[in-house]
């Protein structure tokens, strides 16, 4: 890999793929809507030599192309809005297969677990059944077989899946709205059974992992699992992140009926709640995949990444409020 372009790059995944493209020096396009965020994003990095900055709209092939600047490999970390996926998607995946396909180029598509359905093994291998039962997982089934379509010749796409997630750079997860206001001293809400353990990943430790499969050549074509490590309670990441902070304010689980109400007046609410089996039924990934391809798996164990999530969500509340 010599050079790469980031799409979605100021997003929650985005953000630390690109900063962990540029550790390992390797040239970066970052690419996005807002030359402003792109700016704070080039700042939080220490305005990198190999980091180049383009706006431009994922939708448009020709946008890509021309802000690619030759790059060989695309990492697709756009994200579309929770409650405009059905309509939204599949457009925006043919826009990127499309560049890729003109490009010529190695394509890295992060995506999540929503096409395989319901679980039917205690951890996911990539072969796992995909037989989705919510509008959305039969969508991102459409996606799936739209990025691996015979129809692109010279594009070569690989997808890596995520659980749910966290991070300092975390915006559409299930968590950020309980992680920002833990760290900004708010009662707040948490989406699911907080008692059933559930996968997540930290954003860091998922990056890594990513831009180690896409330096494989083998690795295209493909899916593959980013696993986090052990499974952890609702109940426990609260805790944990109580005590990075501080501060004990109400944290209340929100269940189908909680949720149901809030989606009168919030349209994201409203689609979160055909997703709620995931809380209630947690889909576990395998890592042996990865560990037998690629190496041995290094996790930031939750306590800690969750530590540095919060003290990194304070600091920008602290450095908001100081301007």
């Given at each position: 890999m010599k050079k790469a372009i980031v799409l979605g790059a100021t997003g929650g995944v985005g953000n630390p793929l690109t900063a962990e493209l540029i550790k390992r020096g390797i040239e970066t396009v970052a690419f996005g809507r807002s030359a402003q965020k792109l700016q704070s994003l080039a700042q939080e990095l220490g305005n990198p030599s190999l980091l180049q900055l383009e706006t431009g709209d994922a939708f448009s092939p020709e946008d890509i192309v021309r802000a690619s600047g030759g790059a060989d490999v695309i990492f697709h970390s756009a994200n579309i809005p929770y409650h405009e996926m059905e309509s939204r998607l599949l457009p925006l995946g043919e826009a990127v297969m499309e560049a890729a396909e003109r490009m010529?180029?190695?394509?890295v598509i992060v995506d999540g677990i929503y096409p395989y359905g319901r679980k039917t093994t205690d951890k996911a291998t990539e072969e796992h059944p995909k037989r989705p039962h919510t509008r959305k997982g039969k969508v991102r089934l459409a996606y799936e077989e739209l990025i691996f379509s015979q129809r692109w010749l010279k594009a070569k796409p690989l997808?890596?899946?995520?659980?749910?997630?966290?991070g300092p750079s975390a915006k559409a997860s299930y968590l950020s709205v309980t992680m920002e206001a833990i760290a900004a001293g708010k009662p707040t809400a948490f989406i699911g059974n907080m008692t059933v353990p559930r996968e997540y990943v930290y954003l860091p430790d998922a990056a890594r992992m990513i831009v180690e499969i896409a330096g494989r050549g083998e690795s295209f074509g493909q899916n593959w699992h980013i696993p986090g490590p052990d499974v952890i309670s609702g109940h426990d990441?609260?805790?944990?992140?109580?005590?990075?902070?501080?501060?004990?304010?109400a944290v209340?689980?929100?269940?189908?009926?909680?949720?149901s109400l809030l989606g009168l007046f919030n349209p994201v609410m409203k689609e979160v709640v055909e997703m709620l089996y995931l809380t209630e039924e947690p889909f576990v990934l395998s890592g042996e995949k990865y560990e037998r391809v690629i190496g041995p798996i290094s996790w930031t164990p939750h306590e800690q990444a969750i530590r540095e999530t919060i003290h990194s969500l304070m600091n920008h509340n602290r450095t908001a409020s100081s301007k």
């Open positions: 010529g180029a190695k394509v997808i890596v899946r995520l659980p749910d997630y966290y990441l609260v805790r944990f992140a109580r005590q990075a902070s501080g501060k004990r304010k209340i689980p929100l269940g189908r009926i909680g949720l």
